[in-house]
């Protein structure tokens, strides 16, 4: 599949407006630790399926706090101090997530070093560039911005199935930014002329307003089928706490970040995507070195 073409083509059909502290998850160990465990490291994370808190836990060294943005959020926390500080985060549309630019705006971050993993699916255009504008604009900018490749999960244009069988050298390419960090590389990765001409085409033919990317309200695009057991695990997952149970079944409101954690997370496959087709509604994705405990402890808004 043209990845480019069906993704933009899918989009096209949403129509014009379419768009720490306990979540510091802690107790959690990095699978591969790096760090000199004298240097602080603070990493932030936005995370739907898992992907950018593997990618965060892998980046986090002995000396290394986790913070989960819609906790720190949540909390008014904006503040921060330490020898490095790192973000991770999905691209959607080759943007950030609508949180991740409200934390950034209002952050105060002072460090010596500043890195940012921006993980996608398929392509990835200027969002390197787009995201030096961004936080360069709300005063924090980055030494060092990569991206890396991982499962699309962006459910209209790709099947989970198919997308986990794909070999997206992962560890090959954490390997090679986890050293560029450990050298503290200043480096932005290359964006190409073509990548911004097809950034701007997406805009264009999506309508997304482009200082607030991917924004909906949740009840427009999602639904519950009867096939709900109300198990409530949508209400932990969402960074948003858009999801309530109620006596009368599962009810959801409010801005959406589209980061499809209640839809890929929900058992019962009971949550549906009404502003277009899935490529297969029977598939469904969470890295698999992050578990369902580990998304509700990042994203509640309960606590
Ligand atoms: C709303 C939305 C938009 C996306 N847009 C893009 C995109 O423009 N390019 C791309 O390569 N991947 C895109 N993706 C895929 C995600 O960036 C990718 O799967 C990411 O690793 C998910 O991270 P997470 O598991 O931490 O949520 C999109 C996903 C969603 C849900
Ligand atoms: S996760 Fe699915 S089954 Fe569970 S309450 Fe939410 S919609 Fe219902
Ligand atoms: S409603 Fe679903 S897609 Fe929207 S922010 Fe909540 S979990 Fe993410």
């Not at 705006?105 to 460090?111: D, E, F």
């Not at 997406?202 to 057991?229: Q, W, Y």
């Not at 695990?233 to 499809?260: A, K, Q």
């Amino acid at each position: 599949m043209d990845n480019r073409i069906s993704r933009r083509s899918a989009l096209k059909h949403m129509g014009a407006a379419i768009i720490s502290g306990a979540a510091a998850v802690s107790g959690l160990l990095p699978l591969a630790s790096c760090g000199n465990s004298k240097t602080k490291r603070v990493i932030f994370y936005f995370t739907g399926t898992g992907n950018c808190l593997y990618i965060a836990r892998q980046l986090a060294g002995e000396n290394t706090e986790l913070h989960s943005i819609p906790q720190l959020v949540k909390q008014g926390k904006y503040e921060f101090e330490a020898d490095e500080i790192g973000i991770v985060y999905p691209i959607y549309g080759h943007m950030p997530p609508n949180m991740v630019r409200e934390f950034i705006k209002k952050a105060r971050l002072k460090a010596g070093y500043k890195f940012a993993v921006l993980t996608y699916g398929a392509r990835k255009c200027d969002a390197v560039e787009i995201w030096d504008r961004i936080s360069r604009d709300a005063g924090n900018s980055f030494d060092y911005i990569n991206t890396i490749v991982m499962v699309d999960n962006w459910l209209p244009n790709f099947d989970m199935n198919e997308q986990i069988r794909i070999d997206k050298r992962i560890p090959e390419n954490l390997q090679k930014i986890t050293a560029d960090i450990e050298r503290q590389r200043h480096w932005h990765q290359p964006v190409t002329e073509e990548e911004r001409q097809m950034h701007q085409d997406f805009m264009a033919r999506s309508g997304l307003n482009p200082e607030e990317g991917f924004l909906m309200k949740s009840e427009r695009c999602f639904t519950v089928t009867d096939a709900c057991i109300s198990c409530g695990i949508c209400t932990y997952v969402c960074p948003r706490g858009n999801y309530e149970l109620t006596s009368r079944g599962v009810r959801m409101s409010g801005d959406c970040e589209f980061c499809f954690a209640c839809i890929q997370n929900c058992p019962q496959k009971a949550i549906r995507f009404t502003r277009m087709s899935e490529v297969n509604p029977g598939a469904r994705y969470r890295n698999e070195h992050i578990s369902l405990m580990d998304l509700k402890l990042a994203n509640n808004q309960k606590i």
